[in-house]
């Protein structure tokens, strides 16, 4: 089956000494694996290793074979010409970072058109944005509601929030909660939008916790989740 589509990378791994194995997330397909060869030793060739970095977002013409789990790309184009996604250090992590959150997350071969809508909004403000501080909170929380465990907005004015349950409490018996500043971070950041995400003054060390809490939260709703290898790159530069 010949498939043309838009597709985000979520992942590439060498293969062999040329080859490469890439994990899209395509528009009108969900999620495939292709393997793409003599790509790392070609330097004239119509695809080149260089359009498989994180997050990358690009047009394929694919052929897939349901014989075989690794389909073929027969062509490949960006569909997005970047201008500091990859060559900006602190942004490069961050698609590092979220690179691995979606590899971990997307397992469902299924095509989900909002969610792909939003995966390409999310890294155009990537590109785009001067101050990327606060996306990996924001994009954790979002992505949530796309996988279906968004917290419960419902009486966010108690005190608490169990990240168990995903909703706010009076008095939570249970050990994963939060409460004052860091429940206000969390406030803080579900009512925001990416038109007003540069602008929210979150503190360093509020920052982290965020950040940390968010990932508890995916690893209590997530099955199998792991803490991403490249979490403690991303604090290290927010700090």
Known sequence: ???????????SIRYGEADLIVKLYTHKEGIHSYLVKGVLKSKKGKIRSSFFQPLSLLEVD???????????L??????????????NIIKGCISSFISEILNQVLIDNQPDEELFLFLKKAVHWLDQTHKPTLFPHF???EISSHLG????????DLPQFNLAEGKFEVASKSEYCIENEELNSLLILTKTSFSSLS???????ERVKLLENLILYFSLHLEGF??????????????
């Open 199 to 205: 602008n929210l003054k979150i503190s360093k060390f």
């Open 74 to 87: 027969k062509e490949v184009k960006p569909v997005l010409h970047f201008t500091s996604l990859h060559t």
């Open 1 to 11: 089956m010949q498939l043309k589509t838009e597709a985000l990378v979520i992942h």
């Open 226 to 239: 792991k803490k991403p290898k490249s979490l403690n790159v991303i604090q290290e530069l927010f700090n």
């Open 149 to 156: 465990f968004y917290p419960d907005s419902t009486n966010n």
């Open 139 to 141: 994009f954790l929380l």
């Open 62 to 72: 694919a052929i897939h074979n349901h014989k075989n789990s690794l389909a073929r």
